[in-house]
Every structure is written in structure tokens, then in C-alpha cells.
């Protein structure tokens, strides 16, 4: 059972006055245009005469590739344009998951002098180390989407994470609200990521008043270190199997660890039956929405987490902290370090079946992608394509 604290993102309050400076910014000095030009790294997207790099190189460290389809699918390539459109090159790396890897890549990126590093870390420790080497090398760094508890960095930016959580309690307590005492099984993300508990939290905020008043109960919560899909997924399965294979709803934390509790649901004839949340709107995730195998997804529109931390960027390059600070208008508080983080916080969007076609319609998944075989009555039903 989780026994973690409950950590408040959304609560105001008053703002540290941060200590990074433009002289700090200035230091970096060694940057130049050829540094744009000459990184052959196959995911350096800038340095072509159409593709910006003239304010430089802008380093991006992703966490993982097999916890969700999103860092690869939207964060990459969208991160690419938003930093290309600021006039930046943008060397993009994705640390898989491994943190020697996560802190080699960000050595790299100090060493060759990046103006500015945008991290979303595998864990605090070692997104926080990282952010701590790049201060001293007078580089900014922006925390993306994951905060790093205990950290340095003086932005972050990433969605209302609470509301995630929220919208995804909230989805199940609709699709389970005919059915009093309905048994639900919670299959949470990594307890290392601060993001994991903000979703809880959330969730929380609807469903415990409902396990409290008996009008659904809690079989069992299980956060699930790394995010590990398949993991996810065998823990759901002895779970279920504890409980005489019953079970009338799931808290699924990402449609990564949806789709791996629906395979155990389909192994017991129960998929499509026992609505599971899910997040990130996957094409996957929005296929076994449209399957009715996955009842919700939380679609989180990237393009704007990209190009907020693009503009940010732009502000923290040029060492202007009154720039950075009218975009960074929200706060995020740090449990850890005992501090509040300037923050830009987006809104999440639930998808249901009917919605799915929002999502193909701002371009983020195409209808091709999730629209063949077994789907494709869905679409045409709904419209999508
Ligand atoms: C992100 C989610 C993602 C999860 C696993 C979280 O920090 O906010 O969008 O599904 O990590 O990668």
C-alpha cells in the first residue's frame, strides 16, 4: 500500500526570488554559430540555414522510450520545431531510462557549452545532479514536465498534474457510478516520479470520499517503479488473482500501463467490461479507447509543453529572469527542498470515446494511425478521418 506523502503542485505561494543571473547567463560566452553546425549527433535538429541555431544550442535530455510512446512520438519531435522556431539548434537525447546515461548525455551537453539544458529526469537525484552541474557551468536548466524534488533548476514547465490525476478519478467514478461497492484496482506510475504522486493525488481527491462512503472500494493501490509496462501488468494480474479474479474498474496511471492490464483483462474475458484509465493519448491508448477496451485517456497537448519551454528558453539564454518570470507566472512547490518552483502549468484534456476525434483534429495522432483493422468501424462511426 502506498504510505508516500501526498505532495500539493497547485498550491500558491510566495515566490523564492531565484539566485541565476544574467552575468551567470553571460559566462556561458564560449557558444557560437559553428557549435550549431558542427554536432553530428544524428538528433541535432538544428544548424541548417532554414532550421534556426543562430541564438545557439539548446541540450534536451528525455527520460525514457518504453514508458510511454509519448517522449519519441510528441515530445522529440516537438520539441525539435519548438526550439528550431525560437531560433535555436536543439540536440535531443532520451537518456532510456538508464541515469548514467541520463548524466553522460548532460556532460556532453555542458561540455560542448548549450546555452540552455531542458531535462525531464528519470528521477530526482540524478535530475538534480544534473541541473546542479550545469548551474556551476553557468548553464540555466528548465525542469520538463517531471520536477525535480530537491533541485536547483529555477523553471519548470509541465501540465496541472493534479488535474491529471483528477480527470482520470473522475472518468472512473462516472463509468462506475450504476454500480455501488464497485471494486477498484489502482496500478500507479514510479514512486520516484514526482509526476506519479501529483496523478495520485488527484485521483485521490475524487475517489477516497467514494472508498470512504463504501460507493466503490479499494482493493489494493500499487505504484509501479520505472514505469515498467510490463511490470504493470503482472503486478495487476496477481493483484486480480488475490481478489478471486474480481475486479470492476482500474486506475491505469498511463495508457502504457492501461494497455498491459487490458491484456491480463482480455485473458479473463473482462476487457471492454472494467473501464481502465489511462494518460497521454497515445495512438495505442486512443485505439483501445475506440476498442472500448480503455474507457479514458488524458490528452496532454505537447506542442504547447515544447513550446512554452522553448520561449522560456529564449528568456534564460539571453539571462532576461524578468522575461522568464512573465511567462513562469504559476508555482510548484518543492516538498523536499522546501521551495516553490516558477512554474508554466498546462491544462489536460479527458478523451473518451466520443472525443477521440479531437485529438486527430489538432494533428497530434493522424486518423490513419488509429484508424485500421478493428478500428476502423469505430472511426467511421465517430467520424474520424
Ligand atoms: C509523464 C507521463 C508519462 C509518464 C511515463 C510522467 O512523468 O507526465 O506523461 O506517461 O511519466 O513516462
Known amino acids: 500500500m502506498r504510505t508516500k506523502s501526498l505532495l500539493p503542485q497547485r498550491n500558491s505561494g510566495r515566490r523564492r526570488r531565484l539566485g541565476y543571473t544574467a552575468a551567470a547567463a553571460a559566462m556561458v560566452g564560449v557558444l557560437t554559430l559553428t557549435a550549431c553546425g558542427s554536432n553530428s549527433s544524428s538528433d541535432d535538429s538544428g544548424g541548417s540555414p532554414s532550421g534556426g541555431g543562430a541564438n545557439g544550442t539548446v541540450g534536451v535530455i528525455l527520460p525514457e522510450t518504453a514508458t510511454s510512446a509519448r517522449w519519441e512520438t510528441f515530445d522529440k519531435p516537438m520539441l525539435q520545431e519548438a526550439l528550431r522556431a525560437e531560433g535555436f539548434a536543439a540536440d535531443v537525447q532520451n537518456a532510456q531510462g538508464d541515469v548514467q546515461k541520463f548524466s553522460t548525455h548532460a556532460d556532453g551537453m555542458i561540455a560542448k557549452g548549450v546555452k540552455v539544458l531542458i531535462i ?19 548553464i540555466p536548466t528548465i525542469d520538463y514536465d517531471r520536477l525535480n524534488l530537491g533541485g536547483s533548476s529555477d523553471y519548470y514547465v509541465s501540465f496541472d498534474n493534479v488535474k491529471v490525476g483528477e480527470l482520470q478519478g473522475q472518468s472512473l467514478a462516472d463509468a462506475l457510478k450504476a454500480k455501488q461497492g464497485a471494486e477498484v484496482i489502482e496500478i500507479e506510475g514510479a514512486p520516484t516520479d514526482n509526476n506519479a504522486t ?28 520505472g514505469w515498467d509496462n510490463q511490470k ?3 503486478t495487476f494480474e496477481q493483484i486480480l488473482t488475490g481478489n478471486q479474479g474480481r475486479v470492476d474498474g482500474v486506475v491505469a496511471a498511463n495508457d502504457g500501463l492501461a ?3 487490458i491484456t491480463v483483462l482480455k485473458k479473463n474475458g473482462l476487457n471492454g467490461k472494467v473501464p481502465v484509465t489511462g494518460q497521454d493519448a497515445t495512438a495505442d491508448g ?14 496532454k497537448p505537447i506542442r504547447d509543453e515544447a513550446q512554452a519551454a522553448a520561449k522560456l528558453a529564449v528568456a534564460l539564454a539571453k539571462g532576461d529572469t524578468a522575461a522568464a518570470d512573465a511567462l513562469a507566472q504559476g508555482v510548484s512547490q518543492d516538498p523536499k527542498g522546501k521551495r516553490d518552483v516558477k512554474s508554466i502549468l498546462l491544462q489536460p484534456q479527458t478523451i473518451i470515446r466520443a472525443d477521440v476525434k479531437k485529438v486527430t483534429e489538432t494533428g497530434y495522432v493522424k486518423a490513419a494511425d488509429i484508424c485500421s483493422g478493428d478500428t476502423a468501424s469505430a472511426c467511421t462511426e465517430l467520424g474520424i478521418g
Request: charged share 20%.
Open 120 to 138: 525531464a529526469s528519470i528521477n530526482s537525484e540524478v535530475g538534480g545532479a544534473v541541473a546542479a552541474k550545469a548551474k556551476r557551468a553557468g
Open 286 to 299: 486512443l485505439k483501445a479507447v475506440l476498442r472500448g477496451d480503455q474507457y479514458m485517456t488524458v490528452f
Open 198 to 225: 501529483l496523478f495520485y493525488e488527484g485521483q485521490q481527491k475524487v475517489l477516497k470520499p467514494l472508498y470512504d462512503s463504501g460507493a466503490l472500494k479499494l482493493v489494493r493501490s500499487q505504484p509501479i517503479d
Open 259 to 261: 494497455g498491459a492490464v
Open 232 to 234: 504493470g501488468g503482472t
